[in-house]
């Protein structure tokens, strides 16, 4: 026997059909191989092996070759091409049921003559709406947006190629070659400002002076695309995430990101681990935190701090002795936990 056959991932019609044929194969006495049977047909092995693989159906030609090989009788031959009908007939309803545009259709009728090519009628395929093809560039809130509707752009100003773009703006003062305009339109990064604003210039203007369109609708301003490329630049790098700290699995956000219970955790962690955790952050915001811990766990805290500091940022007396930054929790100086505190340096 062959090499051992991978598993039939399709559960509908096409991979009931395979198994079929694998169950027929395998009822061959003695074992047989894909090669074997080629031996016997036209066709070559792999194709024989494809038609068991149950991930597309084969043509008639390709399963009647496979049976005959098999040792049918014409019979049991007629009886597989009934079956072939049926499969066929259930995945074209199949794929229609899913939308996908394909010729489903038998290219013989039932009596053998040949169906004419103008008889064959594709599966109507899942068309947009109307307003999906204009343009919307005050959607875009990321670049895969941004992308998006500058490709329906494109599609809206007559669609020019790359390298009828690239001539465009050579012809207007400006130069990008074709793959570098391709930036703009494929997703691979972000494009730059300066490449967008070029790109989306060039094709308004090839739709105002080539196509005769009218700059009256909102897409066709400039000024609305740069801001949406604006838009798509700060949720990328969103600077008010950027203050985040880290240290181990546990996340600190300042200010308006705080989201969870930051004294709470701090609390739980050991002295040491929160000392460098909140040695990383502001001081305004590592006293706002250690104002909300209990005085044992902050003077520990702080303690650690303490000593941290001191062996990494030692400052020296007058007699070359390290002196450490005195921290000092907000209660001892009066503030209470509801102020903000400080750390005095």
Not at 31 to 57: D, I, N, Q
Not at 124 to 150: C, G, M, R
Not at 170 to 191: V, W
Request: glycine share 8%.
């Amino acid at each position: 026997m062959g090499r051992k056959r991978n598993a039939i991932l399709d559960k509908g019609p096409v991979g009931v059909f395979a198994q079929k044929l694998r169950d027929r194969m395998d009822a061959v006495t003695p074992p047989t191989t894909f090669r074997r049977l080629a031996a016997k047909v036209w066709c070559s092995h792999a194709l024989l092996a494809e038609a068991c693989a149950g991930k597309k159906l084969p043509t008639w030609q390709v399963t009647e070759a496979f049976v005959h090989a098999c040792g049918a009788t014409d019979e049991e031959v007629a009886a597989w091409h009934s079956e072939w009908e049926q499969t066929q007939q259930a995945a074209g309803q199949l794929r229609r049921k899913l939308g996908e545009a394909d010729v489903v259709v038998p290219t013989r009728s039932r009596t053998g003559q040949a169906i004419r090519a103008g008889r064959l009628r594709p599966v109507k395929p899942d068309l947009a709406s109307p307003l999906a093809s204009v343009p919307a560039p005050e959607a875009a809130q990321t670049f895969d947006d941004l992308i998006y509707q500058t490709r329906v752009l494109k599609i809206a100003v007559g669609n020019p190629s790359l390298r009828v773009l690239s001539a465009w703006l050579r012809r207007n003062g400006g130069y990008h070659s074709p793959s570098s305009l391709s930036e703009a339109f494929t997703g691979r990064r972000p494009p730059s400002f300066e490449l967008f604003k070029a790109v989306v210039e060039g094709l308004i203007s090839y739709g105002v002076e080539r196509n005769g369109m009218e700059r009256q609708d909102e897409w066709m301003s400039v000024r609305g695309w740069t801001e949406a490329w604006s838009r798509a630049e700060y949720n990328r790098l969103r600077p008010d995430l950027m203050p985040r700290r880290r240290f181990g699995n546990v996340h600190l956000l300042v200010d308006d990101q705080d989201e969870g219970p930051t004294a709470g955790i701090v609390a739980e962690l050991p002295a040491d681990h929160a000392a460098a955790l909140l040695g990383s952050l502001h001081r305004g915001v590592a006293a706002g935190i250690i104002a909300q811990l209990p005085p044992d766990k902050a003077q520990a805290i702080i303690n650690a701090m303490w000593q941290q500091n001191a062996t990494i940022h030692p400052d020296h007396a007058e007699d070359g002795t390290p002196q450490a930054t005195v921290l000092q929790h907000p209660a001892a100086s009066g503030d209470g936990p509801g102020t903000s505190g400080k750390i005095n340096s």
